[in-house]
């Protein structure tokens, strides 16, 4: 996918009825999913959205990943995210969140997804 694809499926994804979970995920492709191939494309597609809404705010994920090991209800689709993303880079944008993440596959490769939800961080 290019960046213009990746922009793309984003405002499709804002621009969708939420289903009753309240969130849209994706994986958006990345032609060689090599960790640096994915992390570019994350730090290139986020400059984008940065132009749109401001700087992100860069969120570790560990702690909440702690929580959920720890019994505690994480709410979907952050219990999703939490479990594949080790860090996001999130934008609250009118009544949404926005997040874009760096999957780690194994020997699968790197992955990008993004996250459109009502559902506010735990």
């Not at 996918?1 to 309240?22: I, K, N, S, V, Y």
């Not at 597609?45 to 990943?65: C, F």
Request: overall charge negative; charged content about 25%.
């Amino acid at each position: 996918m290019t960046l213009a694809q990746h922009l793309a499926a984003l405002d499709l994804l804002r621009a969708r009825a939420f289903p009753e979970e309240g969130y849209h995920l994706a994986e958006l492709a990345v032609e060689d999913p090599t960790e640096e191939q994915a992390e570019a494309e994350r730090e290139a597609l986020a400059l984008l959205l940065e132009t749109r809404w401001g700087p992100p705010r860069l969120v570790s994920l560990h702690s909440l990943l702690a929580r959920a090991g720890a019994g505690e209800d994480i709410p979907r689709p952050w219990a999703l995210i939490c479990a594949s993303v080790p860090d996001i880079q999130l934008w609250r944008v009118d009544t949404h969140w926005v997040v874009l993440g760096l999957t780690r596959r194994g020997e699968d490769g790197h992955g990008l997804i993004a996250c459109v939800t009502e559902v506010d961080p735990p």
